[in-house]
């Protein structure tokens, strides 16, 4: 089965700064990638998501970009701000259409 | 949001006891999933559902059972519960492959 791997687990950034957020899966036959943000407390929510007929995806200063000939996909955050600290998943849908996350990573925005 | 939701909230229950946590949506949702949050561990699935009637095991199934007689609805049943099930359950719901997932606000099961 699918396996998604996220890296780091934790990340630190400068208010104003970019967060890079990595993620690989195994399965060659994935073709949808969706992002989660997780605030303390509440449930995940869509940021972003990106099917594998497109290699970037960008809406205001968060885009996600994929490679599908390298398994991996990644989330860049920029001009971060303090409301952008929270927990973020990535995923990806096996070829049977269940969603496999990432371990998260908890993301600060350090003042 | 409030098209799907959880009951109940919080649940405190014993060793061995059998809990069921439900799952209700009202939008008509094809898909219907069932994951656990752990620290360190992320959001792992227990169990799917791709149409009533038809459910199938995810990454971590052993000790749960699900059923699914109407769409809105996704039961997860923990026939006797473990302290390791002790966790944050969240349901989720889509509408067909490649779709955003929402997921339901959460169950907190604490097994003593």
């Known amino acids: 089965g699918e396996n998604v791997e996220q890296h780091p687990s934790t990340l630190s950034v400068q208010e104003g700064d970019s967060a890079v957020i990595k993620c690989t899966y195994s399965?060659?036959?994935?073709?949808?990638f969706p992002w989660y943000k997780q605030e303390l407390g509440k449930r995940p929510q869509l940021i972003i998501d990106?099917?594998?007929?497109?290699g970037e995806k960008k809406d205001q200063r968060i885009a996600v970009t994929l490679n599908k000939t390298a398994k991996h996909f990644s989330l860049h955050i920029t001009e971060t701000q303090p409301e952008d600290s929270a927990v973020y998943f990535c995923?990806?849908?096996?070829?049977?259409?269940?969603?496999?996350f990432g371990k998260g990573t908890r993301l600060h925005i350090l003042p | 949001d409030a098209g799907i939701t959880q009951s109940p909230r919080y649940k405190i229950t014993e060793t061995g006891r059998q809990v069921t946590l439900m799952c209700h949506q009202t939008?008509?949702?094809?898909?219907m999933f069932w994951y656990r949050q752990d620290l360190g561990h992320g959001l792992r699935l227990i169990y799917y559902?791709?149409?009533?009637?038809?459910?199938d095991k995810g990454e971590v199934p052993d000790g749960y059972v699900v059923s699914r007689s109407k769409t809105e609805n996704f039961p997860l049943t923990l026939e006797s519960a473990t302290r390791s099930q002790t966790s944050v359950y969240f349901c989720?719901?889509?509408?067909?492959?490649?779709?955003?997932?929402?997921f339901g606000p959460g169950t907190r099961l604490t097994v003593t």
């Open positions: 989720a719901s889509r509408p067909g492959q490649r779709y955003e997932q929402y």
């Open positions: 399965d060659s036959a994935s073709n949808y």
């Open positions: 990106i099917r594998s007929n497109v």
């Open positions: 995923a990806a849908e096996e070829r049977d259409d269940k969603i496999i």
């Open positions: 939008w008509s949702h094809s898909y």
């Open positions: 559902s791709a149409a009533a009637d038809i459910t």
